[in-house]
């Protein structure tokens, strides 16, 4: 889920509380929805012209509802298909990849869940990325969804990114910190 710095619009978070709404209202399941998510995002990275016709304001909404039911009648649920009719309908589905993040942000809510983003210079072994996560679960009283990444630029230590938070443990961080020391000394 990247571009995650772009802010969610209002109405994307509207459509995604009505989704969590249909859960709840046992229409379906968080998995149904997350996996139907997923589908019709693989579906539409592989073609682009596909979102660009959906998207596209000079194309009949019927034509539009046509192409997306032949597309998705097999690889979405119902409820997933009926959601898209109405983004079509209402000329939202420029937003989905909106109202996908705010989906998964609500889902993170629900369920005490936090997104955390841990870089590294070298790749870590099981028992160390667990120590790393028990540690940041402990201080955040959260489930921790671990993104690993490396970037050999860090030279070594951390680099831990909770939502716009930055958590800088890295050796480069500390060099460039003694630089700027030396330098107004």
């Given at each position: 889920m990247k571009n995650s710095t772009e802010q969610i619009s209002i109405s994307a978070k509207n459509y995604a509380n009505a989704l969590i709404g249909v859960v709840e209202d046992k229409k379906s399941t968080f998995d149904e929805i997350s996996n139907d998510f997923e589908n019709v995002r693989q579906i539409l990275n592989m073609s682009p012209e596909l979102r660009e016709i959906?998207?596209?304001p000079t194309i009949a909404l019927d034509?539009?509802?046509?192409i997306a039911?032949?597309?998705?009648k097999n690889e979405v649920s119902t409820t997933m298909m009926d959601f898209m009719k109405i983004l079509i309908e209402k000329k939202r589905f420029k937003e989905f990849s909106q109202i996908y993040r705010a989906y998964i942000d609500k889902l993170n809510e629900i369920y005490n869940i936090q997104p955390v983003t841990?870089?590294?210079a070298i790749e870590l072994s099981e028992k160390d990325k667990l120590q790393v996560i028990q540690k940041l679960e402990n201080k955040l009283q959260k489930t921790v969804k671990p993104d690993w990444e490396l970037d050999n630029?860090?030279?070594a230590g951390l680099v831990i990114k909770i939502d716009d938070?930055?958590?800088?443990m890295s050796i480069k961080n500390r060099l460039a910190k003694l630089k700027k020391d030396l330098m107004l000394r």
């Open positions: 959906l998207n596209n034509i539009k509802i046509d039911t032949d597309v998705f841990i870089i590294s630029d860090i030279i938070n930055v958590i800088d």
